[in-house]
Structures are given as C-alpha cells and as structure tokens.
C-alpha cells in the first residue's frame, strides 16, 4: 500500500513538473512572439510605380547610398600554402588502428604498394559497404542535369546594347550567352562524382574496376567524408555502379543522389552541429549523402583566379553600375610564415604590391574599395599552435594590420577587420568542421563555458578589433589627413523556433550570437556591417527544413521580413552610439536565377523600410558578383549575378539577375514592374511544377546535415508568398502546440478579423509578364 501510494505522489510530481514546464515554455514563446514574430507595418506604398528609391547620388557623409558587389575573399590559385587548400587536398585513407603502428614503420616511397595496401585495409570507423547485387541507374554515375534553360530570360530588366557590348574578355557575347542559356543546361560537371580527376577514356582502356579503384583512392578525401558521415569500403568485390550513387529515386525522391544504405550509419546530427570525434552509430534504413562538397570540382586552387586575373570580376562589377566594391586580402599571403623573427622577415612583399595593384585596378574602375583583412583564412602556422584561442595571435594580427594600413590605407574607403567571427569561430573551435583547429570531445563540450574555446576566440578577437581600430584610425590620420571607417561584418540568421519545446534553443543561440560580439566593441565601430541570408527554423538538436518555405540551395530559408526585423532590432539596441549600418552580404544560392530575381527585389524593400523607420543605412553589397568557393560546401551552391563555366576556362556568363541589379543599381530604383516580373516569373516555374538543385541531405525528420552535397538533390519551388510584408508566419508545429490549437478551434469564440495587408492577394498582385512589360515601357529609365 505504501509502495502504491509513493508511486501516485510520484506520477503528481512528474505530471506537475511536466505541465509547469509546458507551461514556462508557452511564457517564453508567448514573449519571444511579441518581441519578433508579430506583424509590423513597413511604411511601403505598394501601390506606386517606384516602391523604393536610394539616394545614390549623394556620399555616404551626406546622408547618401550606394550599391556594391563582392567577389572571393581568399586568393590560392598558386597552390599557396593556405589552410582551406590544405583541407581540400587528397590524404591518404584512414586505417584501421591495428595497422596503424605497422604502417608507420613501412617506407612511404613506393606509392603502388601504398595503393595496393589501402584497398585491403580501406576500413574508416563508419563504412558503407557496397553490395554488386544492387542496381542503380547510370545517371546517378554520369551526373544529373538541372534545368536551367530560359524560358523566362524576359523576367529580368532586358540589358542595353551598350551593357551587352562592354562585357568582353573573359565574359562571353552577349549573343553567345542567350544561345547558351536558350539551348544548353547547366554544365553538370561541377556536381559529378566523376569529374573528380578521373579520365573516363583512361578508365576505359585499364579495364573498369582497377582503374576506378585507383581513381577513387586518388582523388577523394576520405576524412573530409567522415565529416558528412560518409565513407565508401572499396574492395575486389565491389561493383563500380556501387561508388557515389544511391538507390534511386522510387522511394525518397529527396535522397534519390546518395550511397547504397547498407552497414551502419551516422546518427543524424544537425546542420552545423556535426562534432568531430563524437559520432554516434543506429542501423536505419536511411540513405547517407555522398562525398563531402570539397570535391565537386577537380580544381578547388582555382577559385575565381582573382589574384592572376582581377580584371574579369572589376569589369563585371564596374559594368553593374556600382559604386564600391569588397574584396578581400589573405593574412596567409601577406605572411607565409610565422613572425617569430620579426615581421620584415615574414613579409612577401611582392604579395603585398600585388593587392596594392589589384585594389588601385578597382579605384581606376570609378568603385570605391572596401577591404577584410580576415575572412575565415588563418593561417596554417597559426592554426598549428592554436589560432584564436591563443593571445599571441592577437599581436600577430596586429602586425598584419599595421602593415596593411601602412600601405593600402591610401586606397581604401572601408575596413572590416573581421568578417563573421562568431561563424568562424563556432565551426572552427566548436565543431571542427573548419581547418585551423582540431577539438576533442571534451574541448567541443566545454566550448560555450566562459572561458571555453569559443568565447576565449571571440574575446581575443574582440581584443584584436578594437586595438586594430586604433591602428587603422591613426595610420590614416597621421599620413593622409582622412578618418578612416572601421567596421565588422557580422553575420546574423533569423531564427526561430519549430515547437514549443525550441524556444530555449532559439533564445540561447540568439543570446550566444546575435549582440555578444557588438557589444564588446560598440565603441570603436565607425559602421555595422550586416551579413543576412535568411532565417533558420530550429527543431530539437539542430535546423528544420520547413516543406512550405522555400530554400536556397544551401539551405537558408529565404525569408526578407526577417531583414527588415533584425535591422530595426539592431538599431534599437546601438542608436545611443549612432552607428550607421552596411548590409554587407546578401544573396541566394540559385543555379536556376528564378529565386534570385525576387529575393533582390523583396530584399532591398525591407531595407527600404527599415530606413524608413529611422534606421541609417549607407549601402548594400550584393553576394556574389560570380559563382564562388564557399567554403566547406566547395563550388556546390551558385551564389553569383554571373555564372562561372568551370570547364570553359572558367568563362563567365551573366544571369539576367545581373542586368536586374545592374539597373536597379544604376537608377537606385526598385519599381513596382520590376517586381511583378520577377515575382511572376517564380510563380509561373513553381506552379509548372519545376525543380532545382539543393545542396544539403535531409533525414527522415527534416533536419538538415552540415556537410554540402557533390551532387544536389532536387527540390521543388513552393507556391507561398514570402515577398516582404506578406510572409504570413506558421505556427508552433509540435504535438502539444497542434493540440491546443485544436482545442480552441472547437471552442466557439469570437473570431479575430485577419490581418489586412496593404496588397492583393497572390492570384491577383502578381502580374503577367506581358502586363509588366508594357507598363516597363512607359516608365523612363535614368542616363
């Protein structure tokens, strides 16, 4: 009877327990609501033709405005010794432990023998072993082909003739473009698994499975694999068809690119919470994704050759209409080597004559210059005795920043000493998905305590703006007689949360991300730079795909209410010290160029609108000016205006999201036909029923991997209105939350009238492309 009745107190307790933390969290979502997710008024008159007009023709002193591109912030195309090359290098298989000590005696010089002993021993700690039996479909092997003919080339603002001639060089004919873009599909040999290195004639003449055994052990990084929870057994018995293809699509259309699902799995770990030495292993009947994105190019030294060949991405940039342009310079050329001798003799300094030409190139264009000096590239001698978490890195930089202000301060009209430190910082330090550091379990554990490795990176970090500052203000006071304007670019996502039981994820994540850094460093900011993609939906451990939302390929939401929102935050929170702000990035990663259009459009009219309430904004830079390396997701997501044909000599053809920022950036105009088009033109493929690459695997819950995808899956555009100012937000999508939710429905209240929108519904706002382009006509375009 005791036993009974201690049993009912404790099921009470348990109940009580569990109905004051349902209720704790419905206080918190309740606030968390009030404060970011309920409707605003935008000040925008969607009714006139120009829906928003930037002061373009006045300085940024004067209350002014201006439009900018950017292109790729590190430059190693001369195979530099740099840490992102580093990690995107071949390296030989990991072994089993047991061979381990054996095979650190044997000589290393006969690499057939080498060859020979990693196919019998090509165990890793997860593995995926082929079966011969399984059929899989040649395309899988030869590529996918994506869609991106145009149809809809007349959804963007059509280019001048004058436009179409100037694009020379590098930059094919204007004719040749609408040739290619009429006639030819996206070249695909960026997304196949062949087109690694490996020579499909010279695979056919040593016979199939020798020489793609061979190919395989050569050409992929087999650690960089592990980080996508993917590895591949390679053995005699194993069937070619096997290697980088999966099942099909019959049963998941979503994973319908990735491995065989037989042997055991990674458990599935959220985007950007991928922790190296923590795996976890489940038998499930899942697919896992393919090769890490590392190797969705054969050529990962060539980037956007921006050092050896600047003048096709100014010209690009100048033909665009802007007015400034940011670029990058790379600590790591600047100093090869660690400067345990003093910094003369850590200098290249030819490298730095070199960006001082590159950077006087884009003044000769008429752009303003806006200069990082880090984004994400630390140098491999500094990563060697820890990077940011040691404080003799601080002093180190410094040097580096003296120098650079020493001698490119006469060019440059902006700094950013650091882009996204919290970004580098967390994947670096945290998770070890980035090169520069590699934590162990217990490091990745303790890295958000005070004095973990994250925090002790960003407050050195913080340390190492805010003595830069004073470098770069008195260098270019003492020999120029000018101020300088010193800033960050940081990075914020608007999140928020999928159920109820995410709320305290959300509220954490923002409070560790969103202000922390700013606020160390707030008084010696001459401007915020902004980086904005898009919004994140938090579910449990990690980052929910929302089916109804539509994505960019690399797995941002794209959601512009959330841009005017943070702006305005930010501006509440610093207006005390009057900073004016610079969205320093912004941009969509879409091969199709049917999101991008849109996305610009909607985008500059939240910002619009956030000037509007006040907030000072002095200019926007678009990402990219050309598809670019993005880091560990490799050539995979195409951020650019311009397209890059990576087997073309890297040959350049612009997107007709180009000519679209070109005029808009010409004018400083966004008018209401301009956003018709563009909108309509989206409508019209998703309800056609098309589909577009995406660059992230999805589990069976919706939770994104971190690691990109060698070849994307196919995802439908969604027919929803996001446009600014009608998003309309989804509710809290947990079991508890629909119920109640249900609950009320049946309760027979008095209904709340919905939300009037100052615009018409999606059916009758958008406008055909015939309509749009006879009222384009009518309106006259600036010289």
């Known amino acids: 009877m005791v036993a009974v009745l201690l049993l009912l107190n404790v099921s009470k307790l348990i109940g009580v327990a569990g109905l004051l933390g349902v209720a704790a969290n419905v206080f918190s979502y309740r606030r968390y609501h009030r ?67 054996d095979r650190s005696k044997e000589s290393d010089t006969d690499a057939k023998q080498e060859s020979e002993k990693a196919e019998e021993s090509f165990v890793q700690p997860m593995t995926v072993e082929g079966n011969k039996d399984d059929v899989v479909s040649e395309q899988a092997l030869k590529g996918i082909s994506v869609d991106t003919t145009r149809e ?12 179409q001639d100037d694009i020379s060089g590098n930059v ?50 087999t650690e960089k694999m592990l980080e996508c929870g993917t590895s591949i057994k390679v053995n005699k018995d194993t069937d070619q068809s096997q290697l980088g293809r999966g099942k099909g699509s019959a049963e998941d259309p979503l994973l319908q690119f990735n491995l065989p699902k037989k042997g055991r799995r990674l458990a599935k770990v959220a985007m950007d919470a991928i922790i190296q030495g923590y795996e976890k292993f489940m038998e499930d009947d899942e697919a896992k994704p393919n090769v890490a994105a590392w190797h969705n190019v ?60 590159i950077i006087q190139k884009v003044r000769s264009a008429g752009m303003q210059v806006m200069l990082t000096l880090f984004h994400h590239s ?42 996204e430190p919290h970004v580098f910082s967390m994947l670096t330090y945290c998770a070890g998905a980035w090169p520069g550091a590699q934590p162990d379990l217990l490091e990745t554990v303790t890295s958000v305590l005070p004095r973990g490795a994250f925090n002790k990176a960003m407050d050195l970090m913080a340390k190492a703006h805010l003595k830069a500052y004073e470098i770069l203000h008195d260098v270019c006071c003492e020999r120029h007689q000018k101020k300088a304007k010193v800033g960050v670019s940081h990075h914020v996502s608007f999140m928020r949360p999928y159920g109820l039981f995410d709320i305290t994820a959300v ?87 049917y999101i991008r259009r849109p996305y610009l459009c909607e985008h500059l009219l939240a910002l619009r609108a956030a000037m509007n309430k006040g907030v000072p904004i002095q200019g926007y830079c678009f990402w990219t000016t050309s598809d670019n390396w993005e880091w560990a997701d490799g050539y995979g997501p195409k951020f650019g205006l311009v397209a890059v044909d990576r087997d073309n000599d890297l040959k350049r053809i612009p997107r007709p999201s180009y000519y679209l920022f ?122």
């Open 35 to 101: 404060k970011n997710l309920d409707p605003f008024e935008s000040l925008l008159d969607e009714d006139q033709e120009i829906l928003a007009e930037f002061p373009i023709d006045r300085d940024v002193d004067d209350g002014g405005f201006f439009f900018a591109l950017a292109t790729a912030p590190a430059h190693v195309e001369d195979e530099l010794d740099d840490a992102w090359l580093r990690f995107a290098k071949e390296t030989p298989p990991k072994q089993k432990e047991d061979d381990a000590i």
């Open 152 to 163: 809809s080339v007349s959804g963007a603002v059509e280019p001048s003739e004058k436009m």
């Open 172 to 221: 094919g004919s204007t004719e040749e473009n609408k040739e290619t873009e009429s006639t030819s599909p996206t070249s695909v040999g960026e997304w196949e698994l062949v087109n690694q290195g490996i020579d499909p004639e010279k695979t056919a003449q040593q016979g199939p499975q020798e020489s793609l055994e061979q190919e395989i052990l050569a050409h992929i990084n």
């Open 298 to 357: 054969s050529r990962p030294e060539q980037r956007l050759r921006f050092w050896s060949d600047p003048d096709t991405e100014i010209e690009l940039a100048q033909k665009a209409n802007v007015q400034l342009y940011r670029m990058g310079i790379d600590w790591t050329r600047i100093m090869p080597i660690e400067p345990l001798e003093g910094v003369e003799s850590s200098v290249d300094w030819a490298a730095v004559d070199r960006y001082k030409e």
């Open 378 to 419: 630390l140098p491999p001698w500094a990563a060697s005795y820890g990077g940011w978490k040691e404080d003799k890195t601080v002093d180190y930089f410094l040097h580096y920043v003296r120098l650079a202000a020493e001698k490119l301060s006469s060019l440059v009209d902006f700094w950013i000493t650091f882009n």
């Open 507 to 593: 509220v954490l994540s923002d409070q560790m991300t969103r202000y922390p850094y700013i606020d160390s460093i707030c008084e010696r900011l001459d401007f915020i730079g902004i980086n904005y993609y898009g919004q994140e939906v938090v579910s449990a451990p990690g980052l929910k795909l929302v089916e109804n939302d539509e994505y960019s390929e690399s797995g941002r939401g794209v959601y512009p209410d959330g841009l005017y929102r943070l702006l305005t935050s930010f501006h509440d929170r610093y207006k005390k010290h009057n900073i004016p702000y610079i969205v320093t990035e912004n941009g969509v990663s879409d091969a199709t160029d």
């Open 662 to 783: 070109s005029e808009i950036a010409k004018t400083g105009k966004v008018t209401k036909c301009q956003r018709a088009k563009a909108w309509s033109e989206l409508q019209a493929a998703a309800m056609e029923g098309k589909k577009r690459p995406f660059c992230r695997a999805v589990d069976s819950n919706g939770l994104m991997y971190a690691g990109g995808l060698d070849i994307p899956i196919e995802r439908p555009f969604i027919q929803r209105d996001w446009r600014f100012g009608h998003y309309q937000m989804d509710g809290l999508q947990d079991p508890v939350s629909r119920l109640l939710r249900f609950m009320l429905n049946l309760i027979p209240l008095r209904r709340r009238k919905p939300t009037v929108h100052n615009d018409r519904s999606i059916e009758s706002q958008t406008e055909t492309i015939e309509e749009a382009d006879t009222k384009m006509e009518r309106i006259p375009v600036a010289a």
